[in-house]
């Protein structure tokens, strides 16, 4: 009877363990999807910021030097006699 009972708990112990361990990996397994999925969505959201920066700035640049361009090309020649809008 007492043969029984150890093999019974020495079972029960070693089923704890194996349930234990694949409790831990498949909480691993989660959370490295997790982190990675994160890593993924942050690098394509900067990619995104970043394009969306460098087409701001390239449409200010153009409008800047448009403007330098309009602006400068128009001399009178005489500025007290320019008419001024």
């Not at 394009?51 to 500025?79: A, E, M, Q, W």
């Amino acid at each position: 009877m007492k043969l029984q009972k150890t093999i019974i708990g020495d079972l029960k112990t070693r089923m704890d363990r194996i349930l234990t361990l694949i409790a831990i990996f498949w909480t691993v397994v989660i959370v490295g999807a997790f982190a990675w999925d994160y890593r993924e969505t942050y690098s394509t959201a900067m990619t995104i910021a970043k394009s969306g920066l460098k087409d701001s700035f390239n449409k200010d640049t153009v409008y800047r030097l448009l403007c330098h361009y309009i602006l400068t090309s128009i001399k009178p020649s005489n500025y007290y006699s320019f008419e001024r809008l």
